[in-house]
């Protein structure tokens, strides 16, 4: 299932606090994508041309990447934590549970990880 068939595609499309934008830099993108994905290469150079506090990225090349383009950044388990930590989640282990039985890969180390600094 791709793109607009996706569960919750009509919800973003209608949300008015959501607001696309097309990176400008195709060459920079193109580039990039030698060792990442369109998605990836559009969403760094993107965060570089609009100064992002940050970018959600969870594959570790593109994690590399914005390393050394100097973008701060954080990952799904990273956004579930500071949810946590913001009151806006109880609890974080049936969100994990979630994501793991949806198909997202996640290390036995990294959810204990996650848990220990949710204090779950």
């Not at 009509?10 to 008015?16: D, F, K, M, V």
């Not at 973008?71 to 949810?83: D, E, K, P, R, V």
């Not at 009151?87 to 996650?114: G, N, T």
């Amino acid at each position: 299932m791709r793109g607009p068939d996706r569960p919750g595609a009509a919800q973003i499309r209608q949300a008015e606090w959501l607001h696309v934008h097309e990176p400008e830099n195709r060459t920079k993108i193109n580039y990039l994508q030698a060792d990442l994905d369109s998605g990836e290469a559009e969403v760094l150079v993107l965060a570089e041309e609009l100064g992002a506090d940050w970018v959600l990225l969870d594959e570790s090349r593109a994690r590399v990447a914005a390393e050394l383009l100097d973008l701060s950044f954080t990952g799904t388990i990273g956004l579930l934590l500071l949810a946590k930590r913001l009151d806006k989640v109880s609890a974080i282990r049936p969100l994990l549970d979630e994501l793991q039985a949806k198909k997202f890969y996640l290390s036995h180390r990294v959810y204990q990880a996650a848990l220990n600094e949710a204090g779950e």
